[in-house]
């Protein structure tokens, strides 16, 4: 979780300032595909629209099966090369396509402006964090995060014999699918690290946005060898080139932002090859504003939050609730200035905001605001389309909804934004918390101790007090629950685009060490030969066994408990009851439990180990000292160690911002209930089912 936390009485430093404007280079606009070094035509083209008015502008390229099979090969044939250049020489390549986007900053911003629907922004310093213009700056620091990667080291084991070093591997060919809300910041935050770790990359925008990805790939094409970085586009109503991307077999991992339904139709698809992947889909973010607020300056922060890009962002405030003596002062305030906000055409040096970028997404929004007006919601203002050309929808502030409601529950990803009233702290939190997703959230108060506090409860991956949607100094994106899988920028990408082995060298006469002693003998207790689950604290027998074999003879030597799906759900609800309490329980006081638990196992460890060499037939071991290492005395050692392990574990707390006005902190929070399967039906009868807490990081 990246938790931006605020200081009484900060300031707010200014915006950083845009790189000078400069003309830059014309942009082709024979829009073309980069496949092994190569531009390529294809051979059907599509409309790309402008969402400002709702027609064509350009042709962009429809790719082919063959187009992507000639992509992935590329990349494929391109990574051992790529991957064993020096990692300094694999980051001048990248800073030389960092400089030739910059120096087209302006002309890739009129072309995303046209494109996405965004206003242009940057032509004056008090619109340089506005639109295509900010995307092209965010995107400058994606790249320089990106510049700053390089891989630990890190060694477990150095004696006289051997080195044990952990090191990090790039991961192979990778596909990168973009969406279309920021296409030029997306394309480089999978693009950029993916690059300087050492892997290929084959590109996939979205068939609404593909132009400005197109153009950035052609215009640094000679900064890498041919293969190295690729990029096709598709009409998906033709040829779903991200599913034969996804799917096809020499892919390595795909990263994908986008949709939670899609995310997940690309999860079982990876599944299918245990494929890598990272997936950053929705989020449904709520922003909590406490009684104690300067009402006047949080509904402007607010406004901002859930509106910037026309509301679709990812991580944007999508449900604000707002503690019931202020509410009516709120609501009043965030009307007015949704009512005087401007919105049209992105090239329009006045407009602060732009239409929907497509018609699909326009559909859908103002289907949220029909259903809202079916489920008796109040508009203070907006709820239609604009009386204009393109895919403009008034900015819409909805009262008289709560939880329930398909615009309180889901991700609207438009202009709309529902307020609501609460009662107390806990009631926001728990409401804010009630959901599938957890992308973002934010705290406002005047007490900015007791707004941290409740910032660091909110169930979110980015969690921002008294702003939304403010500089986190690349601190690592994504979500918990549905909101994504795995994390993308600052120091997190390291382990998002690498693979972690585990690489022990002998050294030249080096002499093995006598293996470790196993602890004393002992006789330990009788174990029960009455096998019972155990659920919620208590020892629970089956309506049902079935027989355990033993291998050495093929017979039954005991009954196991049959579980039914009463029981599975008893145990997973005892784990989810249990979670709140042990997730707030010092590690420490846990370490405590965990190491109670390993001195009764080691006590029992002669018993168990005999009992499992019967259930899964290696030798019992042990009896001497040179049979330590043997079968099942060695498994009950080496148990031993895995729990001395992770009494060790303590996760680190990486601060990437702390100046006067705020500390971004990123820490480790516990998962929640965590099902443990074991890879055969009758293994082991030794460790019976049982509902386990995990505090994973």
């Known amino acids: 979780q990246s938790l931006k936390t605020a200081k009484a009485d900060g300031v ?27 531009l390529v035509s294809a051979k059907e083209t599509y409309d790309v629209i402008n969402p400002a008015d ?41 800073k030389k396509a960092l400089d030739i986007i910059m120096g087209a900053k302006d002309s890739l911003a009129e072309l995303l402006c046209k494109e996405q629907g965004k206003p242009k922004g940057g032509e004056t310093p008090d619109r340089a964090m506005v639109g295509a213009s900010f995307e092209m700056m965010f995107t400058a620091g994606i790249i320089g995060g990106a510049l700053g990667l390089t891989p630990d080291v890190n060694t477990t084991l150095d004696d006289d014999t051997a080195t044990v070093n952990v090191i990090r591997r790039p991961i192979g060919p990778v596909v990168g ?26 590109a996939k925008p979205s068939p609404f946005t593909p132009l400005t990805t197109l153009v950035c790939c052609e215009l640094i094409k000679d900064c890498f060898p041919a293969g190295v970085l690729n990029v096709i586009s598709a009409d998906d ?25 899609t995310g997940k139709a690309i999860m079982k698809c990876c599944s299918e090859d245990v494929k890598r992947v990272t997936l950053e889909m929705g989020g449904n973010d709520a922003a909590i504003v406490r009684e104690d607020c300067d009402v006047k300056k949080v509904a402007q922060g607010v406004f901002q939050g859930a509106f910037l890009n026309s509301g679709q962002v990812c991580v944007a405030v999508k449900r604000a609730y707002v503690h019931k003596k202020i509410y009516d002062e709120f609501v009043k305030e965030i009307t007015e200035i949704a009512k005087n906000s401007k919105w049209g055409d992105g090239m329009d040096a006045t407009t602060e905001y732009g239409p929907l970028n497509n018609k699909m997404q326009y559909d859908k929004v103002l289907g949220f605001i029909e259903d809202a007006k079916k489920e008796g919601g109040k508009f203070e203002t907006g709820g239609k389309a604009m009386d204009r050309d393109g895919f403009f929808i008034e900015p819409t502030i909805v009262t008289g909804l709560s939880d329930g409601s398909r615009l309180v529950d889901e991700e609207q990803f438009g ?38 506090e409740l910032a660091a409860r909110l169930d979110a991956g980015t ?58 003998s002992t006789s330990g207790p009788k174990l029960s030969e009455d096998y019972k689950m155990l659920i919620n604290g208590e020892l629970v027998s089956a309506k049902e066994t079935y027989d355990v074999i033993n291998p050495a003879d093929g017979k039954a030597f005991a009954k196991a408990p049959h579980c039914t799906e009463e029981d599975c759900k008893a145990a997973v609800k005892a784990a989810v009851d249990a979670f709140p309490s042990w997730a707030a329980t010092p590690i420490e006081k846990r370490k ?13 460890k002669d018993s168990l180990a005999e009992l499992l060499c019967k259930e899964q037939g290696k030798p019992k071991g042990g009896e001497t000292p040179d049979r330590a290492m043997v079968g099942a005395s060695f498994e009950m050692m080496f148990t031993a160690g895995i729990i001395g392990g992770a009494l060790g574990l303590t996760p ?28 055969f039906p009758n293994l082991p009868s030794s460790f019976p089912p049982t509902n386990v807490l995990f505090s994973q990081v």
């Open 652 to 679: 680190d707390v990486n601060t990437t911002l702390d100046d006067d006005t705020a500390t971004v902190n990123v820490i480790r929070r516990p998962i929640g209930p965590v099902p443990v399967s074991e890879p």
């Open 12 to 38: 707010e430093p200014p915006p950083p300032a845009m790189p000078a404007s400069t003309s830059g280079p014309k942009l082709s606009e024979d829009y073309k595909m980069l496949i092994n070094g190569e």
């Open 237 to 261: 109503n033709k040829f779903r080139a991200g599913a034969f991307l996804t799917t096809h077999p020499d892919v390595r991992k795909v990263s994908f932002t986008g949709s939670v339904p």
């Open 177 to 202: 699918i973009l969406p279309w809300n920021f296409p030029v910041a997306m394309l480089f935050q999978k693009a950029a690290p993916a690059l300087v770790l050492g892997n290929t990359f084959v």
């Open 415 to 452: 202009p709309v934004l529902p307020v609501i009233p609460y009662e107390d702290d806990e009631d926001a939190l728990k409401r804010a918390n009630s959901s599938q997703y957890g992308l973002g959230g934010s705290v406002w108060s005047a007490d900015v101790k007791k707004a941290n």
């Open 592 to 604: 405590e439990c965990v190491k109670k638990a390993l001195d009764i196992i080691m006590g029992a």
């Open 463 to 520: 969690v921002w007090v008294n702003e939304h949607l403010g500089n986190t100094n690349l601190a690592p994106f994504g979500g918990f629950k549905q909101s994504g899988l795995g994390r993308e920028g600052g120091f997190s990408d390291i382990g998002t685009w690498t693979e972690m082995q585990s690489l022990k060298t002998a050294k030249a006469d080096g002499v093995e060490p006598p293996p470790p002693a196993m602890p004393a």
């Open 54 to 94: 709702g027609k064509a502008f350009a042709k962009a390229p429809h790719c082919t099966e063959e187009d992507c099979k000639a992509a992935v090969k590329a990349a494929v044939d391109a990574f051992p090369s790529w991957a064993a250049t020096p990692i300094e020489k694999r980051k001048e390549c990248v």
